[in-house]
């Protein structure tokens, strides 16, 4: 590394830090419906929607009630991009004159985009038209990710309130996040694109001359508009099939620390906010330290494996699959940020990283997106781990756990449990599936422990509601749209509905004053108990089926062999 690559991540991450206090109170000052910076200018339209739909945003509901009506309101969201999809051809904003989408891709792109998963088994460029794209794909951006801010939300006040069964309304949580936090920071994000050179037009393509003096089509379109939400919302799916390696989408150093920077700025601002509503921000900055460990830590492991290189390249550094525009170090960065936030824009090829730097970007995945994770997914994924850390310390010390002020009891263990089992089953039973059948073998393209790391990065990325690959797995078939789009689904609402019941039990609890004896969880201590068990969970969990993959790799290429 560089003394330019050192101080681009040092840059990188005291921005970070920097913005996670401002950003974070607004967006507490926004939930709470206190005055902000953005209500005089948008004030009127949150009125006028509440007018137009017909909610009540002073109603609110208990966990059962916000859980039926976010389920419905995704239901509606797949069935509008599944049947776009099936009938594009005769939908306008088609200037490629592009075929309807196959039942079972378009089934699965629905799902992708209404998890907020945003796998790709497509290309873009080539598969859906501009309709589908804005009208499907980008909406699906706003929305799914505003439904892992409002199960956040409900998830504090769950834990803040106390003997009420009521967690909000989902309507308001939904228009809030959408109208003041996610629509602004797009909008400034795609004009700073813009000016970078990410295309914005309706252009079906540009016919150009080649140096060669051949003719070459280059795809054209509404580019920077969809690449804003995707990176904000921790969606990433791309406009073009290469994703943020491509000109289009990322074409100077400064579009990609932008690119790179909204990946993780509202996740991590999350954590204040969440600090401002439970009433210590003190513990709002243990959660993101805690996330900052890891990070960092992944970054570190990473970023030796590949400066390390390949004996059977003579140990170079690794840029196979890297864009020579960005070099090794922010190919790794961007790898490691976008699995540790459920991302999954990517700007290298991940089947081409070190078989470490790969290993660290399934744990991201694996661990349940909590290092900072997805917008609100990753931070009421890691209240789940925190939950479980003081069942964990209360059995050790003898006493009732409780985590601010409320006792952590049966229900919420088993409920805490079931969210950390559901994606894991995805993960571990669909893999074994896939590498015993003839149908998912059929889409390897590699042999050996790197065939397999392609199978299980494919099933951690849909269950972790990720959405990058391997790039080396031919996942458009029958097989894998469908067993991909259940584990996204899985993955998903397998998690939401246990967060939700984990709310609507603790919010009709009392709140109990600490004491002397209280287990305190905003200490070092806490973030140690936190990190270890966090990592235990993962490590027996995944450790078996990552030996088969990248560990063994790794000894492999060591020994100068390859795959």
């Not at 589908?132 to 699906?140: F, I, R």
């Not at 229900?411 to 893999?431: C, D, G």
Request: aromatic residues 12%; neutral net charge.
């Amino acid at each position: 590394m560089t003394t330019g690559d050192i101080l681009q991540v040092i840059l990188f991450f005291v921005v970070i830090i920097a913005i996670t206090p401002f950003l974070g109170n607004f967006m507490s000052r926004v939930f709470t419906g206190k005055r902000h910076i953005m209500m005089p200018a948008l004030g009127w339209l949150e009125k006028l929607t509440y007018r137009f739909s017909g909610v009540n945003p002073e109603e609110e509901s208990n966990w059962k009630e916000y859980a039926i009506g976010l389920l419905m309101f995704n239901l509606i969201g797949f069935v509008f991009v599944f049947l776009i999809q099936l009938f594009q051809a005769q939908l306008p904003m088609n200037p490629a004159v592009l075929p309807n989408v196959s039942w079972h891709s378009a089934f699965n792109t629905a799902v992708s985009f209404m998890t907020n998963t945003n796998w790709q088994g497509y290309a873009g460029e080539t598969t859906l038209s501009f309709a589908v794209q804005m009208v499907g794909l980008t909406v699906q951006n706003f929305v799914s990710a505003a439904t892992g801010m409002a199960v956040l939300l409900a998830l504090i006040r769950g834990i803040s309130r106390k003997t009420t069964d009521k967690l909000g309304n989902f309507w308001t949580d939904i228009t809030r996040s959408i109208l003041y936090v996610l629509i602004p920071l797009s909008i400034v994000l795609a004009i700073l694109l813009v000016g970078q050179g990410v295309v914005q037009n309706f252009k079906g393509h540009e016919t150009i001359g080649t140096l060669q003096g051949t003719q070459q089509i280059i795809p054209m379109g509404p580019a920077a508009s969809q690449i804003a939400i995707k990176q904000l919302g921790s969606n990433g799916g791309g406009f073009f099939n290469a994703n943020s390696a491509h000109p289009f989408e990322n074409p100077t150093p400064f579009s990609n620390f932008l690119e790179l920077l909204s990946i993780l700025i509202i996740p991590a601002a999350l954590t204040f906010t969440y600090g401002k509503l439970v009433g210590s921000t003190r513990q709002g900055w243990i959660i993101f330290s805690t996330m900052m460990i890891l990070l960092i830590a992944g970054l570190s492991i990473s970023l030796y494996s590949e400066y390390s290189g390949n004996p059977v390249f003579g140990h170079l550094p690794l840029m196979e699959g890297k864009e020579t525009r960005f070099g090794i170090t922010n190919s790794v960065l961007w790898s490691t940020v976008t699995t540790a936030v459920s991302s999954g824009s990517v700007n290298a090829m991940h089947a081409s990283l070190s078989p470490l730097a790969g290993m660290v970007a399934m744990i991201n995945i694996m661990l349940g997106e909590v290092v900072f994770g997805g917008v609100g997914a990753g931070l009421y994924g890691m209240v789940i781990f925190i939950i479980l850390t003081v069942f964990i310390a209360g059995l050790m010390v003898g006493r009732t756990p409780e985590y601010l002020g409320k006792k952590i009891e049966a229900f919420e263990v088993k409920m805490a449990i079931l969210s950390v089992l559901a994606p894991s089953f995805v993960i571990l039973i669909f893999t074994a599936w896939a590498s015993v059948s003839q149908a998912g073998l059929s889409g390897l393209n590699n042999s050996g422990p790197h065939g397999f790391s392609e199978m299980l990065y494919a099933y951690a990325s849909a269950a972790g509601n990720n959405g990058s690959a391997f790039a080396g797995l031919n996942a458009n078939t029958v097989f894998y749209n469908l067993t991909l789009g259940f584990g996204m689904l899985i993955g998903r609402f397998g998690v939401i509905i246990p967060v939700l019941a984990i709310a609507g039990n603790m919010a009709g609890k009392n709140i109990t004053p600490g004491s002397s004896g209280t287990f305190r969880t905003d200490n070092w201590l806490f973030i140690g108990l936190l990190i270890a068990v966090i990592l235990i969970v993962g490590g027996l969990t995944f450790f078996p089926a990552l030996s088969f993959g990248p560990i063994i790799e790794h000894l492999l290429m060591k020994s100068g062999i390859t795959f």
